[in-house]
């Protein structure tokens, strides 16, 4: 009932908090006999991880995943896989000043509402820390799925946005600059105006597409589980997402049926692709893509007014180390929530037919 | 894992086919004692029926409501709440063109693909029609989270668009025009537009706006059951709809943290609401507001080109009794599943502490 | 959460009062393609239904089923089946007298505490009429699982026990005598038995066996859902029941592990059974065997003291038409649940493997 | 879908094999603000420890608990509780006779059918070493539902049996006797009989029988979800049991309902708890009891003849170093699982009225 577990075949579970002794998580449902590729995991982790470039937050986490279950001599068993990956760069006392203040934007004052009290240190539960547990799910679950291919990239930061980012056929750039936008001119510029978002203390949202190559027909299920509807949660699910468009899309919304319309080869495959791959909420066998909008991070490096627990107004520094933009980092968790999805719709599809 | 089942602890299950003896829904969890009121129920059925105004389908279906169980001496007794439609205008005759063949950007190939037959009469359970069980259970949702209030509106039809839809407070002109927009001018005009696409035979998407006042704080689950991502799953699984975006949406992307942070007033409110009420994915006690773009249906009055089941080329003409634009008709189904939702976030928010 | 759905795969949620106008069920993950006859769905309503013999309760009660939905053309078509069984024999006035006062043994106390109040008529929700939606859905199962074959019978009545049920392989006399009782002579003791403890105004309880033939191996889930955990709470959620036991149960208990082992034949198979056809929770394809305890029905037709809903001292009197003993009935009830729980693994455990 | 998850609102996930590096589980629905007492929970781990007397196995294993994720300050944050247990003592080597070679009435076969292959080190997940978890999950279960009392106790060895239970009420001996009998001459007499069973090689069975006091009126749901059946899925998952009753159990059918029926004192208690302290599903104040019936562990210190992967027979020699008889040790994972399912029902029972 708490919302922890994500998934209904191929599950995932997780626990932990940003400045707890470990954060993990436990996938149950993955099938016996696959492969699993621990350097895989850990690669997609890296790429999660901060500190991997200069325009990402400076904190030092070597997030290493320890596998203790459900994996025996390089398959998987079918019995649970329990993951944890220790916090080794806990700095409790960066977080005293907001023990008793509320940062605005951030959950501190909900979470006190609903709770009754909160672990305070460096947002506990609400921190994005906890999505490491979903990339290393999510490179399992992409191993499930192979040959599904999943690639994410930055497709807008501020207002720099890349057109029709789901025509870009060419991948290779991404892992190859650290904004992962796959347009080396606009990767430059990005970058450059992130640097000057740092400069100004500031921060800056921005948007990532998703592409899933390979996807078989059938996926999703017809009413309330539609692929689509899932994959909206599982979006939405992502610390910072403000919106979810697949296919046309919102712009898809000022179009009529004439021009919307995707017209069948013979073949079964479609002319055009304004449905996103999805038909009814389930897989029609074309490129599913999608685009997830972030809002810029609230932690700022410059001072605010907000309140504390007794309701007075109080003056907040930013302090500590954070992302000017979150878009780069949470590429590798774009795709991991969408393994996760295609994983457990897969699994289910499996029951469509006696 | 079929997925004909929404919410953890308020739970609606549905079934049935657009042209099947009848369509209906289990309600469980909802608790004892709370007062039902069914007229309120078949009010908003009729919100959402046919043939209620000129610029809707001019099919002839009553849905009346009968309810089976769960509810004595005009209050829920605790116990499931059955409840079903009877389907009283089924012309199967008019379905016959499509057995065969699929429609364009309509779930009739997906659903052969996956099930290796469908019951094509009408579109069967792919049919929006299926969504009255939803508005049936919506309408008793809102009856167990009174005061919470919920209001949707039309915020766009195709290129029409009101400007900033989340402003409006003056709910009185909604259902008193046949778009339910608020605004009386616009609503004119979208009116036209509506009929004009209809003369050329084709259709055009729209844009529904959703606001909750009266909301707790409190409601929604820090991680995967995030409550903006549940009503993002709730709304893209309403036929047609295409995104979802909340609070600021695509638009917070483009903005800078410093202008995008709502500061807090002493009272725990914020200044601004650019969070769309919703703080780490549980209410903070502000209006909830978001965006439901819904695309073109796609039955349109004219010829196309598709192909058979044995993916030979074929011309399909439009036949039989359609929406020009879906938007009006899924204003009440917006509500409904922001009423499920929400319903489903009270109860298992009782759980939140000791 | 309030537990009217059962299975996690192929699920069955039922809904419906003794006295309301309806009771049903919507089965949900049912796999396309699976031949559905009514008239063996009918038939197993009508081994459950009142006054089949002259033992039983002689209220009169069709109990017909409609299927609303989720079958087209004789064949499920994977979307959910909505069903419905009309209440036509409601006698509420039978019932003012219990509208007070609490039964023994009975659940009315509990629901007044639990939900404030409750339908007073007949037993509302715990009423084992409640029953009739799962032997449809478990008929139905049935379907699914063939060639696995499921045959209930009663092994005791009151003192009168049958030696070594599980060895009994001739099935052919149990439908043959109103008991249900598969050895000739005991059935007429039985028989004489319940007509005796009628006429005395009193009940009896008694003990159902029942084996499942051609399981194949591998259903069932290592831990928490154990194939004879899920068998078990499918027993003991049938109204009367006291326990449960598989394989040796209680007598195997007193046994040591040398005289308890089940050994290997060459093929696999075991040389004894000990183990009821399940190995740690997993059907290992041998004879799947277990017995249920029933409590004799608490109505009986004798005054009893009882409290009334201000807690003061009032004499009941026993009235309507009821059963002597419950066991002949519950016979196709105990299928129906078997039918369910290996409906749901038979469809989980395609996953075990990729 | 795998089963490794129990509970709907207070929910346990279980992870790890007896020989992989950890083994743990996740709590998630545990409210905030429980005060979580850790060396309460480590002392029902050292009651089901192996090595703590001498007449159970006498493997070491320290069984520490590390509590990661979800307390702070002393108290439950609402937010998931992610624990783990290392593994210590595995010698892998002590298992390798067992890879290719199936132990009699073991899962190894089973598995291996089912998954394709198997952790063969120890039983891996079919090892009741998981049950380790399941203590960590219940003491904190039991914390939340205080002032509910749950004692278990042995109540059978083989033939030893005491007789009635469910009346003792001097609990005060049973932590006091290796064999956790609260009878002083019962408890050595089956104390003897276990060091004869295990100096003959063999081990035997027994039987465990439960109470718990101070249970609130109202837990347990009408339907699927009794609160006797779920008590019975609970404790037919744990390791080696066969059998399930509660209140009046098997020699309930023997009775008839004149005998049976438990009258209403004014206070709404009963003058007799044949209904074990629950009617209809739900519990009614009364005493909860049941009794649970353990195999004898199939392990044994005798040579048996088997069948190896390729279907050949061997013969195989008991090693290692195992129970004689499982329940003394089991006591505490019978209150574990007791204190899941009481603490899932108080958080369900919250939303049975408005």
Redesign the interface.
Same mark, same amino acid.
């Not at 009932?1 to 994500?6: A, L, R, W």
């Given at each position: 009932?708490?919302?922890?577990?994500?998934g209904?075949?191929f599950?995932l579970?997780?626990? =932990?908090?940003s400045h707890?002794?470990?954060?993990?998580?436990?996938i149950?449902?993955c099938?016996? @006999? *696959?492969p699993i590729d621990i350097e895989a995991i850990q690669k997609d982790l890296d790429r999660r991880k901060p500190g991997q470039s200069a325009i990402v937050t400076q904190r030092k986490e070597p997030d290493t995943v320890?596998i203790?279950?459900?994996v025996?001599?390089g398959?998987?068993?079918?019995?649970?896989?329990?993951f *944890?990956i220790h916090n080794t760069n806990q700095k409790s006392k960066d977080y005293t000043h907001i023990k008793d203040s509320?940062r605005?934007?951030?959950?501190d004052?909900?979470?006190d509402?609903?709770?009754?009290?909160?672990?305070y240190r460096g947002g =506990? /539960? %609400?921190s994005a820390r906890?999505t490491a547990a979903r990339v290393v799910a999510g490179s399992i679950a992409k191993q499930?799925i192979a040959p599904v291919h999943i690639q994410a990239f930055v497709s807008?930061v501020?207002?720099l946005t890349l057109p029709n980012p789901e025509k870009i056929s060419d991948f290779s750039f991404i892992e190859q600059n650290p904004v992962r936008c796959p347009d080396p001119a606009m990767a430059a510029e990005m970058e450059s105006y992130i640097k000057q *978002?740092r400069k100004?203390g500031?921060?800056?949202?921005?948007?990532i597409t998703c592409v899933a190559k390979n996807v078989p027909?059938?996926l999703g299920?017809?009413?309330?589980?539609?692929l689509?509807?899932?994959l909206?949660?599982?979006?939405?699910?992502i610390?910072a997402v403000? =919106?979810?468009?697949?296919?046309? @899309?919102?712009a @898809?919304?000022?179009? /009529? =049926?004439?021009?919307?319309?995707?017209?069948?080869?013979?073949?079964?495959t479609?002319k055009t692709n304004?449905?996103?791959g999805v038909?009814?909420?389930? %897989?029609?066998g074309m490129d599913i893509y999608f685009?997830v909008?972030?809002?810029?991070?609230?932690?700022?490096m410059?001072s605010?007014?907000?309140?504390d627990n007794k309701?007075?107004?109080v003056t907040m520094e930013g302090k500590g180390r954070h992302d000017p933009c979150v878009v780069p980092r949470a590429v590798p968790i774009v795709e991991a929530m969408t393994a996760l999805v295609l994983a457990d719709f897969t699994? /289910?599809? /499996?029951?469509?037919?006696?």
């Open positions: 009932m708490s919302g922890n577990t994500f209904k075949s599950t579970t997780t626990f =932990g908090e707890g002794p470990a954060l993990g998580g436990v149950d449902g099938p016996a @006999g *696959v320890e203790y279950s459900g025996f001599e398959k998987s068993t079918g019995t649970p896989i329990g *944890v509320y605005p934007s951030h959950a004052y909900v979470y509402q609903k709770y009754g009290f909160r672990d =506990g /539960r %609400s906890e499930l807008a501020g207002e *978002v100004d500031d921060t800056v949202g921005g948007v027909v059938g299920e017809p009413v309330f589980d539609k689509h509807a899932v909206g949660q599982a979006m939405l699910s610390n403000k =919106g979810f468009e697949y296919g046309s @899309g919102f @898809g919304a000022v179009l /009529r =049926g004439s021009a919307h319309n995707d017209l069948y080869n013979e073949d079964g479609t304004n449905s996103g038909q009814g909420g389930i %897989s029609n685009n909008a972030f809002k810029p991070v609230a932690t700022i410059q605010q007014e907000t309140i309701g007075e107004t699994l /289910r599809n /499996r029951n469509s037919k006696l």
